[in-house]
Nanobody, 127 residues
Framework: QVQLVETGGGLVQTGGSLRLSCAAS????????MGWFRQAPGKEREFVAA????????TYTDSVKGRFTISRDNAKNTVYLQVNSLKPDDTGVYYC????????????????????WGQGTQVTVSS
């Protein structure tokens, strides 16, 4: 099992940046493919970004390409989401998720692909 805790959210104005962190405990994060999702007020939770176990493969939803970057530091047992050029539409609760997999290059974009979830961190972007 793995436990996930997100930090780094906050209030930022349009155009600002944050670095969200997802710290894992219980098992090494290297055993898992990782993803970030978000849920805006009044909307369903949506996929944002994902990274494979080996860190060499990533994918993003179209609305954040070129602005967000997912990365992982297995030595620190932490996954990051760097969010730049923030817009009010980026406002929401950001969740990290983990999926245990034997495939080092596996990458996943669906909620049902993931086994474990953090509690989320709030990102608010003011106009």
């Amino acid at each position: 099992q793995v436990q996930l805790v997100e930090t780094g959210g906050g209030l930022v104005q349009t155009g600002g940046s944050l670095r969200l962190s997802c710290a894992a405990s219980g098992r090494t994060v290297s055993m898992y493919a990782m993803g970030w999702f978000r849920q805006a007020p009044g909307k369903e939770r949506e996929f944002v970004a994902a990274v494979a176990r080996n860190g060499g493969y990533t994918t993003y939803t179209d609305s954040v390409k070129g602005r967000f970057t997912i990365s992982r530091d297995n030595a620190k047992n932490t996954v990051y989401l760097q969010v730049n050029s923030l817009k009010p539409d980026d406002t929401g609760v950001y969740y990290c998720a983990a999926r245990q997999t034997y495939i080092s290059s596996g990458i996943y974009t669906r909620e049902d692909d993931y086994n474990f979830w953090g509690q989320g961190t709030q990102v608010t972007v003011s106009s």
